[in-house]
């Protein structure tokens, strides 16, 4: 065997060292960030998310301005945590408080803002 | 500093503060004049609006909403008019003013003229109660008054009686009148207030479909302009299959933005009512109508 073959050899034993690094590093990152992604939602993080919701929601009908589509993703909360998918529960939770704040802002800034509208 | 120039400064303050004062007192009514409520001027401004945006419609064209904006239209409603679809509606509606209550009065009894030929005073502002009142809850109140069950605002039967009425004041100009009472003007600014106000997902107000794009499709739909429109109320629209009161419009027109609607018959929708019949006084009754 030839020098230039014995440096060859080597060169690619280091290239096949550097990429089970890369993959063992990759891994152990991908252990410690999965769990962190994929933490199960629990009937608590359910019922936290929809009374916040809910009460966004009761405050844009104080203001006489729900949106119907707040309603359809509460519901669609509750049937989701009814089937114990808390996952896709506190997820339409989260949707459904969101659509009430913008419902709230909404009602906010048009209490002046209609007057830009009006014809004089 | 010399006595003459002291003078000279103090001439200069005091004329100052006169110019100061004076235009005080000139910007102050003209500056309240963009806040005061005017119902007169709100109207003229409204139907110049409209009447400046189609020059080809006559104003009493615009009761016929979307049949008035071009001449297929027009021919699709004349055609409609030969067999109307609101014609069940309208004998439906004069056999149940007609036939007593169980006490033997009958809604002729709850209203002037005997409720024929009325239609364009409502709604009107009840100075008694504060509030206004129109047709649909006037024709309720005769109900709960003589002993009957209220029925719904939104279904068939309150339809039909409104469109025997309609039907009995065509042609009548809309006089809808604004008491000299603070509480009267404030639901009349309440209602356009409404009227304007964007609302729902979609962040519509009554304004963006029938003033902003009165005249435009959307869909398949014209969009109706505002000018006029309770004129024809009530509607049998081919959309829904069936006949429509002035309150199903209004739910149906916040749920269409995506709105909860609110409950019929509630100070909003009163109030809407009345600023937008207010401001198309002058214009004939047509209803009841029909609508694509």
């Known amino acids: 065997m030839s020098l230039f073959q ?18 063992a590093l990759a891994a152990s990152a991908s252990a410690l960030l999965l769990p962190a992604v994929h933490a199960a939602a629990t009937e608590a993080d359910f019922t936290a998310a929809y009374a916040a919701a809910e009460a966004a929601n009761k405050e844009a009908g104080a203001l006489r301005d729900q949106w119907t589509t707040t309603k359809t993703e509460l519901d669609a909360a509750k049937k989701a945590a009814d089937s114990g998918n808390f996952d896709q529960a506190v997820a339409s939770a989260k949707e459904a408080e969101a659509l009430a704040k913008a419902s709230i802002d909404q009602a906010t800034s048009e209490k002046d803002a209609w007057k830009a509208l009006a014809i004089h | 500093m010399s006595v003459q120039s002291t003078i000279r400064l103090a001439s200069i303050a005091f004329a100052a503060a006169g110019a100061a004062v004076a235009a005080l007192f000139l910007i102050g ?15 003229k401004a409204f139907q110049k609006y409209f009447t400046d945006k189609f020059p080809q419609l006559k104003l009493k064209d615009f009761v016929n909403g979307p049949y008035s904006m071009n001449e297929d239209m027009r021919k699709q409603w004349e055609e409609k008019e030969e067999f109307p679809p609101y014609e069940f509606a309208l004998e ?15 809604y ?21 109660e504060g509030k206004v009142v129109t047709l649909e809850l006037a024709l309720n109140q005769c109900r709960e008054a003589n002993g009957e069950a209220p029925i719904s605002y939104v279904k068939d039967d309150m ?61 398949a739909e014209t969009l109706a302009p505002a000018l006029g429109i309770l004129n024809a109320m009530p509607i049998y629209r081919s959309e829904w299959g069936s006949m429509g009161t002035t309150s199903r419009r209004f739910v149906t027109c916040n749920i269409q933005t995506r709105g909860v609607p609110l409950e019929p018959q509630s100070d909003e929708y009163r109030n809407l009512e009345y600023y937008l019949s207010y401001v198309s006084n002058g214009l004939p009754i047509s209803g009841p109508g029909a609508r694509p």
């Open chain 2, 108 to 128: 002729a009894d709850c209203f002037p003229n005997g409720g024929i030929g009325i239609r364009q005073n409502y709604p009107y502002f009840d100075q008694k």
């Open chain 2, 159 to 219: 339809a039909a009686l409104t469109a025997y009425m309609a039907y009995t004041s065509r042609g009548k100009p809309f006089d809808i009148k604004i008491p000299d009472d603070p509480r009267a003007l404030q639901a009349f600014e309440d209602g356009k207030r409404y009227f304007y106000t964007r609302r729902g997902q979609l962040n519509f107000s009554c304004a963006s479909c029938h003033v902003q794009n009165a005249g435009q499709r959307i869909r």
């Open chain 1, 6 to 23: 014995i440096k060859s050899i080597r060169i690619k034993l280091l290239r096949v060292k550097a990429s089970i690094a890369t993959l």
């Open chain 2, 92 to 106: 439906a509606g004069k056999e149940m003013f007609t036939k007593p209550f169980k006490n033997g009065k009958t």
């Open chain 2, 29 to 43: 009514p003209s500056a309240h004049a963009a806040d005061k409520i005017d119902p007169a001027a709100d109207a």
